[in-house]
């Protein structure tokens, strides 16, 4: 099974500020990897797909990159409803797995 | 406009079982596979099963293989989660997620609520 390695566990930003989350798989997942959103008490939201692809109706300043083992999702300029946990996933291999989540707090 | 909506969640003591039930409506239904995902209080997502579009083909993740059954009645646009010998550490909330085909690989981009399942004596 394909571990995805999340950094940091828990990152402290204010609004305005430019955020930066990684993922990082323990082998190859091509670019089969998405991005989710999830706020207490809701669902996952879906971000991004095949690494860089932001999903219908998420605003453009949230962008993802990389490629193989090392993904990035950066968030241009944060606003007070992108304060969230997020997972990476990847889709390359079976059984899909999740990272352990980022947790965006309000700094 | 699409709609997920979970049901059959509730307390049952371990070894027991219980049935979920995910129904679906905005969208067709038959097209689409269907997965089942949970979150342990306070930690992260855990795919737990698929099936196909046309419920011909199913997969599950170690845990709960042998325990649980995925399947769906395209006929009533309903999924369901049969989860037999419940253990403590099943405990979760458990959502059901639509897949769709974004060019080559699948991505879950609709969730339903989720279910809370909690085994215990």
């Known amino acids: 099974e394909i571990v995805l390695t999340q950094s940091p566990a828990t990152l402290s930003l204010s609004p305005g500020e430019r955020a930066t989350l990684s993922c990082r798989a323990s082998q190859s997942v091509s670019r089969y990897l998405a991005w989710y959103q999830q706020k207490p008490g809701q669902a996952p939201r879906l971000l991004i797909y095949?690494?860089?692809n932001r999903a219908t109706g998420i605003p453009a300043r949230f962008s993802g990159s990389g490629s193989g083992t090392d993904f990035t999702l950066t968030i241009s300029s944060l606003e007070p409803e992108d304060f969230a946990v997020y997972y990476c996933q990847q889709r390359s291999n079976w059984p899909d797995t999740f990272g352990q989540g980022t947790k965006l707090e309000i700094k | 406009q699409v709609q997920l909506v979970e049901s059959g969640g509730g307390v049952v003591q371990p070894g027991r079982s219980l049935r979920l039930s995910c129904a679906a409506s905005g969208f067709a239904f038959s097209s689409h596979g269907m997965h089942w995902v949970r979150q342990a209080p306070g930690k992260g997502l855990e795919w737990v099963a698929v099936i196909w579009s046309d419920g011909k083909k199913q997969k599950y993740a170690d845990p709960v293989k042998g325990r649980f059954t995925i399947s769906r009645d395209n006929s009533k646009n309903t999924l369901y989660l049969q989860m037999n010998s419940l253990r403590a550490e099943d405990t979760a909330v458990y959502y059901c997620a639509r897949e769709s085909n974004y060019g080559g690989k699948s991505y879950f981009d609709y969730w339903g609520q989720g279910t809370l399942v909690t085994v215990s004596s």
């Open positions: 095949d690494a860089s």
